[in-house]
């Protein structure tokens, strides 16, 4: 995919069309890392937030009283 770089405002910068978004799942306000590299390359890493310790806990517990039952027919 080729893209142009295009003045925005007072600087300058790339549009990432519909598809492009899709393609990456990004969506506005997404942060990324940009980095550029021996040659030129610049790459784009979209930044994906883990989940704290607190919230995964809550969600195990929250998974463990709704199937409660089932759980207890596994063990």
Not at 13 to 22: H, N, R, Y
């Amino acid at each position: 995919m080729t893209k142009t770089i295009t003045r925005i405002g007072n600087s300058q910068g790339v549009i990432f069309d519909s598809a492009l978004m899709e393609l990456a799942h990004l969506k506005l306000g997404d942060d990324v890392n940009v980095e550029v590299h021996e040659g030129g390359t610049i790459t784009l890493t979209p930044l994906r937030p883990h989940p704290s310790k607190p919230e995964i806990s809550r969600v195990i517990k929250a998974t463990m009283k709704d199937y409660a039952r089932t759980m207890k027919k596994l063990s």
